[in-house]
């Protein structure tokens, strides 16, 4: 397992600010995992990294709120997450195409909508503020999104 002390020490729950300090912090982490530049296989596909963001995400499941939804790096972490994974090659592309059960990957990012809401509340963000998160994270993961806005 890995050991998150240092991390937590700085970014967890009880050490992050509230307010306008807070919400300046929403969507501007990015993760990345180095040592794997050599290897072959996709990110998802490397059981070490696999087990490393499966620990992350059980340590700090605040990601929804504080990942950058402008890269793809919350899209193949949420992946190393996932029990299974299809990976098809098509003809003639160079790159991969994973894919998971959507039903689970829906059910694994609905589960992090209580810690997002939770950091959206504290960061004192309105009821419009939170759902347009919310959507922009639907949309980011391809999920369909027909809620009406709050009034």
Same mark, same amino acid.
């Given at each position: 397992?890995?050991?998150?002390?240092?991390?937590?020490?700085?970014?967890?729950?009880?050490?992050? &600010? =509230?307010?306008?300090?807070?919400?300046?912090? !929403?969507?501007?982490?990015?993760?990345?995992?180095?040592?794997? /530049?050599?290897?072959?296989?996709?990110?998802? !596909?490397? &059981?070490?990294?696999?087990?490393?963001?499966?620990?992350?995400?059980?340590?700090?499941?605040?990601?929804?709120?504080?990942?950058?939804? /402008?890269?793809?790096?919350?899209?193949?972490?949420?992946?190393?997450?996932?029990?299974?994974?299809?990976?098809?090659?098509?003809?003639?592309?160079?790159?991969?195409?994973?894919?998971? /059960?959507?039903?689970?990957?829906?059910?694994?990012?609905?589960? =992090?909508?209580? $810690? !997002?809401?939770? !950091?959206?509340?504290?960061?004192?963000?309105?009821?419009?503020?939170?759902?347009?998160?919310?959507?922009?994270?639907?949309?980011?993961?391809?999920? $369909?999104? /027909?809620?009406?806005? &709050?009034?």
């Amino acid at each position: 397992m890995s050991d998150f002390t240092h991390f937590l020490s700085l970014y967890g729950p009880d050490k992050l &600010p =509230d307010g306008d300090r807070l919400r300046s912090m !929403m969507n501007r982490l990015v993760f990345g995992v180095e040592g794997w /530049d050599d290897d072959p296989r996709e990110i998802h !596909m490397i &059981p070490e990294v696999r087990r490393f963001y499966t620990a992350l995400h059980l340590a700090w499941p605040y990601w929804l709120y504080f990942c950058n939804l /402008d890269v793809d790096t919350l899209r193949a972490m949420t992946m190393c997450c996932m029990p299974a994974l299809d990976v098809m090659q098509v003809d003639g592309q160079v790159q991969v195409r994973v894919a998971c /059960d959507s039903v689970k990957l829906l059910r694994f990012v609905a589960d =992090d909508f209580t $810690p !997002m809401n939770s !950091m959206c509340e504290r960061a004192g963000m309105s009821e419009r503020e939170i759902y347009d998160r919310t959507k922009a994270v639907f949309e980011y993961f391809g999920f $369909p999104f /027909d809620a009406p806005p &709050p009034e």
